[in-house]
């Protein structure tokens, strides 16, 4: 969803926001308007505010239940380190996390659920014969299979049978 709802956003910058509107001429009216609009533009200090309640209604549930980890260790880390410090520390070690957590089922996938004899499902992983040149040892290449049952066993010799 867009921010603005599908409704087209309006300038409330008017004419006075190119320079060279401003250099054509302006009203004292439009004067007065533009020196309150740069006035307006300046933030006080305590902003940008943030309403916990407001935040509650616009997050999902879900969201915050595995956002609250790291949430509660970086609140307390923000005295410390700064409110924008804490922020980007916490950012950066949940996309750190979620890397390691997918590389790591990854990992066990693979370890796991391996494609064998045994079972018919599984990512079968297949190893490209070596690239041996003319004047490398090892030319010309010379297949470690060497008889016709050796092609396509999926690891049945190994199996302690």
Known sequence: MSQTAGVKPMAIA????????????MTDAERAWRKQWLKDQVLASNEPVHVEELW????NPIRRFYRAPLDKIFSGLSGVLGAERAATYRYITGKLGLLA??????????????????????WRVLKSKPLV?????????????KQP???AERGFKKAAI
């Open 14 to 25: 008017g004419r006075a926001v190119s320079e060279r509107e401003r250099c054509l001429g």
């Open 149 to 151: 049952s050796d092609y």
């Open 133 to 145: 040149l003319p004047g490398q040892e090892g030319f010309p290449y010379k297949s470690d299979r």
């Open 101 to 122: 957590l997918g590389i790591l089922g990854i990992h066990y996938y693979f370890k796991y659920n391996g494609n064998d004899w045994t079972k018919k499902g599984g």
């Open 56 to 59: 509650r209604e616009r997050t």
